[in-house]
Each structure stands twice: as C-alpha cells, then as structure tokens.
C-alpha cells in the first residue's frame, strides 16, 4: 500500500512537472511567436521603404553596385551619394544645387541643340564657335587698328593737300586780283578805241553803199552783156551741134563694116579695133549698106537689121556678138555698121562732176567721179575742169549733199567740211545752168554708158 502510494505520487509529480513544463514551453512559444509576428511586420514595412529606394532586381545591376562601392567609400549610404552627386552636378550645370531635372529643361529651352544632344557637345560646339567668333574678333579689331592708322596717315595727307590747295587758292587770288586790275585798265582803254572803231566803221559802211551802188550798175550791164553773149553762144552751140551730133548724108554714119560672119556661133567681125577708140560693149547697128541709113522725111534714121555688141576688141578688128537680127535678113560680109554718136576720128571733151555709182552698190560718191573719168579716156576722150567752147559735153552725176549748217560753236574740221561741201553743190547747179544756157548737152551715168558703148555694172544691192 506504501508502495503503490509512493508510486502514484511519482507520477503525480511528473504529470505536474510535464505541466509546468508545456505550460512553460506554451508561454515560450506565445512569447516568441509575438516577437516574431512584430519582426515579420517589421520585416515587411522595411522592405517597402527600401522599394521605395531601389527595387530587388536592380540591386544586381552592375551600375548600381558600383554606386554602391562608391558611395562605401565615400562612407555615405547610396541614396545619400546620390543627392550629394545630383546636388553637385546641378550646381555645376544651374548654378544652384536644389533645381531639379525639371528645371534643368527648362533653362536649357533656350540653348541651340541641348533638347535632342547631349551637353558636352553642344557645349564644344558652341565653345568652338565662341573660339571662331574671338579670332574673327580679334582679326577685326587687328583690321579696324589698321584702318585707323590708314585713316589717320590719310587725313594728315589731306591736310596737307588742303593746306596746298589753300596757299594755291591764295595765289590765284592774288593773280585774279592783278588781272582785274589789268582788265580795268584795258577796258578804259578799249572804250576809247571803240569809240574810233565805230566812227571808222560808219565811213566804212558810207564808202561800202556807194560801192554798192556803183557795183549794180556794173551788174546790171554786166547782166545785159551777158545775155547778148549768151544767146551769140547758144547759136554757136547749136550750130557745133548739129555739126557733131548729125552728120550731113548717109555716107558719114558708116562707122564700118563687117568682114565676116560665123553664124552657127552668132559671131561677127567687124572692121574697128582698139585704134579706132573701140572698147568690149559698144553696140553697133548694122544695115545693107550706106543707102539703108537714109533719114525719112521728119529726119528719123531707120531701124538696123542686126545690133552688134563687142566682146572682144583687137588692134584693128573686134569680134562682136549678134544680140539680134531680122528674121530672113542676117548679117553677111560687107555689111555696114554704125553708132549715132561714135566717130573714131574726133577726141571728145567731157566735163565730169557730182556724185556716181560706177559699182552699182546704191551709194552714188565723189570718189567714183574717177572712174568715171577713166572710163571716158580709155574710150578716147578728154576730161577738162571747166565748161568752155570746146566742150562736147557735161557728165552730172548725183547733187552732192549739203549737210545741215553746224552751228556757231561747231568745231573748225565740221565748219570746213560743210563749207567743202556746200561748194560742191553749187559749183554742180552752177554747171548745170551754165549748159542749160548754152545748150550743152548733159548726160547721166547711163547715157554716158550709151554713147562710150559700155555696159553698166549689175546692181550689188
């Protein structure tokens, strides 16, 4: 009975302490499991303060663990080494450690290029430019010391020169001065000797209308003698005349005759050369014989049979080409041939003046006046100046043009060269009323060319 009580109290105790025991390790635990929800609440709100900072995945980034060691050594926490960095770049780039990226953009709006380039360039770029801008700076202003000094050498130059041209202007002063005392001397003088002049120029005018008078009384007989003269002269003229120009009978117009003929060539030769006054282009009319040249009864010759043209003159014979002939009536050997105004025995005396046009170009000149003179003497005539007794005929070519009268300031060659010119133009009407008053005959370009027989150039206009 003892025993099994002792032993019941045994494990009444051990019942008790393993009580105690649980109920102590039930305490334990309710403790730590507090403590321990306290450290994972603890736990879990740090972790959201350091999201806040940097994320989980970016703790592994190389970048950011350099930060790190930097800011370790910096013995700073990475966040602070940032703001202290940011804070400094700021200041470095604002001028002021609290702007933000904000407004870092903000004051950049206005630099060329920073909003899509990185600054650094930029910043090259504009220091090169500054750079650009100093030298240009710098070589202007060399450029602008440089003109200074030019200007400043060239207004000393001036000075000078004014300087001169001021004592000059003294002088001429100084001269004009003595001239105008000079001057008033000579007026004085002068009015003197024009009172003198003007009583000599009043006899003068007196002795110049008495002259006058005398002189067209003179004029008036003159006048009168002149067309007795003048009128004894055109019957003389007319009388030489007819004596040149129309030949007595039938016999006197045969110039020649043709010695042969070679009509399938429509040749003929005929019986005048070169010493005969013949030149290529003379026409001749050609007739049966003397007795067919025989004027009607109003003294019109009749018409050839044939007309002959020279194309090539020799020493006494010329062969000439048949322009044309009458049908049923050709040219035969010993046929006569003549020119109303061709007489190889007489020297004709021309007189030439005005203006021609020898080579056909539309532009009639003085200067082909002599070829015109070489045409009539290499035909056998004479060139004179001058209209007199002798003279067989006057050439006119174009009046020559007088140029409007230059005026009172004009220079002396212009003065002369109208005056040459205006005494053309009369000496040619002067010539033209002289043989209109003694019945000259006159010829233009082209009679001249009928009666030498030449044919005129053709037209080159």
């Not at 999201?51 to 910096?74: G, H, P, T, Y």
């Not at 003109?147 to 000075?159: C, G, K, L, T, V």
């Not at 002063?173 to 001057?183: H, M, R």
Request: proline content about 3%; glycine content about 6%.
């Amino acid at each position: 009975m003892a025993g099994r009580t002792s032993t019941s109290f045994g494990v009444a105790a051990t019942i008790t302490v393993l009580a105690i025991t649980s109920l102590g390790f039930f305490v334990a635990f309710a403790i730590f499991y507090s403590k321990n929800s306290n450290r994972t609440v603890e736990l879990q709100l740090a972790k959201q303060n350091v999201a806040e900072f940097i994320r989980s995945e970016e703790m592994n980034q190389d970048n950011v663990r350099n930060l790190v060691e930097e800011a370790k050594r910096d013995q700073k926490s990475l966040v602070g080494y940032l703001v202290n960095n940011r804070e400094a770049l700021m200041q470095k780039i604002t001028g002021s450690g609290r702007d933000s990226l904000a407004d870092l953009a903000t004051k950049l709006e206005g630099v060329a290029g920073a909003r899509d380039s990185a600054l650094i360039p930029v910043i090259r770029q504009q220091q090169g430019q500054i750079d650009s801008l100093q030298k240009q700076l710098e070589q202007a202003s060399a450029a602008t010391l440089a003109a200074q000094a030019a200007f400043q050498n060239e207004s000393a130059r001036i000075r000078g020169i004014e300087s001169a041209h001021q004592r000059t202007i003294n002088d001429l002063n100084a001269q004009v001065n003595q001239y105008k005392d000079e001057v008033d001397s000579i007026r004085a003088g002068t009015d003197g000797y024009k009172k003198q002049v003007d009583a000599q120029a009043d006899a003068i005018k007196q002795a110049a209308a008495e002259t006058e008078a005398r002189l067209t009384s003179q004029i008036a007989r003159l006048t009168e003698e002149k067309v007795i003269i003048e009128s004894q002269l055109n019957a003389l003229r007319s009388q030489k005349n007819l004596a040149v120009v129309r030949p007595g009978d039938e016999s006197a117009l045969v110039d020649g005759s043709v010695v042969q003929t070679d009509g399938a060539s429509r040749l003929a030769y005929i019986s005048l050369g070169a010493k005969n006054h013949v030149v290529l282009g003379m026409t001749f009319a050609v007739y049966s014989g003397p007795e067919a040249i025989r004027p009607d009864a109003e003294g019109n010759y009749p018409r050839g049979k044939a007309t002959l043209e020279v194309i090539s003159v020799g020493e006494n014979s010329s062969t000439c080409r048949i322009t044309s002939e009458v049908r049923g009536n050709p040219v035969v050997k010993g046929d006569v041939i003549a020119n109303a105004v061709f007489d190889p025995n007489k020297t004709y005396r021309f007189v030439v003046f005005g203006n021609f046009d020898t080579n056909r170009d539309g532009a009639p000149t003085a200067l082909e006046r002599d070829d015109v003179r070489a045409m009539i003497e290499s035909w056998g005539g004479t060139v004179v100046n001058d209209l007199a007794g002798d003279t067989d005929f006057l050439v006119l070519g174009e009046r020559p043009l007088t140029p409007p009268r230059p005026g009172s300031g004009a220079p002396l060659e212009l003065i002369l060269e109208f005056q040459r010119r205006d005494q053309e133009a009369q000496r040619y009407d002067a010539l033209a009323r002289q043989a209109q008053s003694t019945s000259l005959p006159v010829l233009n370009e082209n009679r001249l060319y009928t009666l030498i027989g030449k044919s005129p150039a053709s037209n080159r206009r």
